[in-house]
């Protein structure tokens, strides 16, 4: 049987990039109290869900939001969640 004819490659070169680089600035570690803020943030949201089952009925303001507490629990702990996004 015949072999195949062997084909020679170029050698791949990246094409020049034509941006001129941008240093980027330099970010430190985020502040202690923005960690803090961000943990109660998510904490306090776990409790206003726990204290809704508990005891949500015969707390005024919790009974005038009925399942409104839900929204407001979650809402904590999810903006909790998205400063986590900018913890350094």
């Known amino acids: 049987m015949p072999k195949s004819k062997v084909r020679k490659k170029d050698v791949y070169t990246p094409p020049p990039d034509k941006r001129t680089p941008v240093k980027a600035k330099a970010i430190g570690p985020s502040h202690p109290l923005y960690v803090a803020v961000m943990l109660g943030v998510m904490v306090l949201g776990l409790l206003w869900l726990i204290v809704n089952y508990i005891a949500g009925d ?18 904590l702990m999810i903006t909790g969640l998205l400063m986590t996004m900018r913890w350094r």
Do not use: D
């Open 58 to 75: 015969r707390i005024p303001l919790m009974a005038e939001l009925g399942s409104w507490n839900f929204l407001v629990g979650f809402a």
